[in-house]
């Protein structure tokens, strides 16, 4: 059963969570983990992948497509729902390896039980189709109405997105058409119903369309209905939305259920031949790994090159649908090393938004690009300047994420030269990485300070990754990615001129290189990296961090006026406090691990973890891979757990003051693979050798995955006493 999640039993408690946990997606759209009968109340959702609106000035945020996938059955004039309490049996399941959502649930009439059962996918054959196999049966005979269609009515968090609805009926084809408030995008939504009993009407109002099928039901008969639903919008860039709609219908109703759902099980099959991690030895830590794999691998865009995986994935519309930095440090490497060519879509939706980041930077008055702590479309920053409600006063708080994240750009450096460290794939840099990378390198350089006392480069007013101290001087992780930045850029302007003198030199002339070139190597010279303290070894997270109050996590949270309340910003508990809000220190001694001695990583670790709130769900695993690095495999394994069952538990922050953070965390879902690869296995990538010091947890017999590198495939299994590597053609492994 390391395949199935479910529930046994119906909570109201769980409407939203279980949205969540629930969902499919198919990088096209997402659609919530609800139940048929739901509506916006429970917050059905089907969020449209990089079709984003907004309006009356409120926040930025994907479209929630109008939601074909509605039904509701009534028994002699009585609706039946799970919210009212006639249950008698009620258990939603979800097959993560193919994708498949079911539910069964048994309602209790006086003298009477209607049993309805229910499968359903989002095809990745054809992403613009989602797929319903809905049946039911009665003890009795009864006059059962079946209401289904297309519910135009959705749940938003800064909507309306939706304006112009209009439906329609052609060939027994129900759709609604509507177009977005900002950008005038159309959406059209249809649908097909295939049954064969009853009499059907039509019913239209403003923002719905349904069909009424009515039959006499006979006691213990089965009946069933196969319902398809297509979306197309503008952003498919067909010159017929509906035609486009009709065509993925009808094809689907040529070809059949069964057949459909064959060619989807297929290509997830061969999904999972590439990504599956298999542990033999704790069926807990298998499922809630694999569940965290399936999160990416339904987000994942394959159909498109412009799109890319947003925080809260396609749950809904939390973080505004943004892109943030969570992608390319936590999700793309499980895409470089399994799934190369969606790890390529990824990188190159940050190679479309270089004009958005170009802006960015030019609006605060650097040069080059500052990309978005949070990015739509276009790549422009969608944060506002006060992103967080105070919860005390009500009013909205300045925070500073928009402003002096700049370790952003950093990290779309290193999602761009990990791609292409393990892919070897050279073309990335001629197609616009190598000018993402230099634009990245002149904005640290623009962005810093010439410190003449101490004749170093230092960065001034930032907030690194623990966001609860924001506006602090030469953060370590910061100072540090930016001089990565500066050296890939300069190993990179090395790599064209040998391999590509034209590129090379367009480049340079384009971008007028010539003295940034001459700039950028005195900066990555003379950058001010804070260094581990000699007699305790541990790195100060920013200048006179230490000089903050050192309480306890127990003691701050003691402190505590309301659950929500921000620990962050100007009046935050944790601002003047040594606390931090998520893995900063250590997230630069796990990525530049080779730089640093055990000692320094352990003590590092073992200064920052009872300090870390983990208040943010791209700590845990962070603290996971670093733990199994030192050995520290209980803990390892600790954190690892926390993180892989974040989307399983629901146990996570909903809210932020009065922000609603809610939804899958992909992070967590890369990060538990990359604890998995890079903390239990212990792989490394070097220039020219692969390397492997596992370290696995008690319990775990043994290991099993494949990885792509450098265009290689390999098989990898590890248990206590062997690693054995097989790999197509030659490739140095050590162990
Ligand atoms: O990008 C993160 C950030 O580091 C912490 N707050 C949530 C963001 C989105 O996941």
Known sequence: MSWIISDREYNKEKIESNGNKYLLANGYMGYRGTLEEYTKEQYTGCILAGLYDQVDGKWREPVNSPNGMYVKIYCDGESLTVLDNNLQEHNQSLDIKYALVQRNTIFAKKDNQVTIKSERFLSVDDVHLLCLKYSFTTTKNCK?????????????????????????????????????????????IAEIVEFDYGQQSIEQTTDKIFRKIELDAAAGAAYEFIKYVAVYTDNDKKSDLTQACLETLTGSSELGYAKCLAR????????????????????????????????????????????????????????????????????????????????????????NTLAGARRKAKEYGYRGAYYAWESQDTGDDACTHFNITDVFTGRPMRTYFRDKQIHISADVVYGIWNYYH????????????????????????????????????????????????ERVNNNAYTNLMAKYVVGVAIKVLGILK?????????????????????????????LYIPEPDSDTQIIEQFDSYFKLEDISIDELKGAMLESNEYLGGANGLATRTQ????????????????????????????????????????????????????????????????TATIDLTGDYKQYVGDLFIGGTHLASNGGAWLAAIFGFAGLELFEDKLQFKPSLPAGWKSMKFNLQIKGKALGVEITDDQIRVTAQGSLKVEV
């Open 144 to 188: 059962i109405t079946i209401e289904t269609g297309i519910d135009g009515d959705v749940w938003d968090i800064n909507g309306p997105h939706l304006r112009e609805i209009n439906s329609g009926v052609t060939d027994d084809i129900l759709s609604l058409k509507a177009v977005t408030n900002e950008l005038q995008k159309q959406i059209v």
């Open 264 to 351: 989807h099980k297929m290509i997830w099959a061969a999904r999972w031949a590439k990504a599956d991690i298999v542990i033999e030895g704790d069926p807990e830590a298998q499922l809630a790994l694999r569940y965290s794999i399936y999160h990416l691998l339904a987000a994942a865009p394959t159909h498109t090159d412009s799109l890319s995986i947003p925080a809260r994935g396609l749950s809904s519309q939390v973080y505004k649908g943004a892109i943030f930095w969570d992608t390319e440090l936590y999700m793309l490497p499980f895409f470089i090393y399994t799934n190369p060519e969606i790890a390529r879509n990824i990188v190159n939706y940050r190679i």
């Open 422 to 469: 393990v892919t070897g794939d050279f073309s990335i840099l001629f197609e616009g990485g190598a000018e993402v990378i230099l634009e990245c390198a002149r904005f640290y350089y623009s962005y810093s300070y010439f410190n003449r006392d101490t004749g170093n480069y230092e960065i001034l007013d930032v907030t690194g990754p623990d966001e609860y101290h």
């Open 498 to 526: 040998i391999e590509n003198q034209q590129v090379y030199e367009t480049l340079f002339e384009e971008l007028d290189y010539g003295t940034d070139y001459v700039n950028i190597c005195d900066y990555y010279e003379n």
């Open 579 to 642: 606390i931090l809000k998520q893995a900063d220190v250590v997230l630069m001694l796990n990525l530049f691990k080779n730089m640093y001695s055990t000692q320094v990583k352990r003590a590092n670790w073992e200064y920052y973890e009872p300090r870390t709130e983990h208040g943010s769900s791209l700590s845990s695993c962070v603290y996971a891979m670093q733990a199994a690095h030192l050995q520290k495999t209980d803990y390892a394994y600790k954190y690892f757990m926390k």
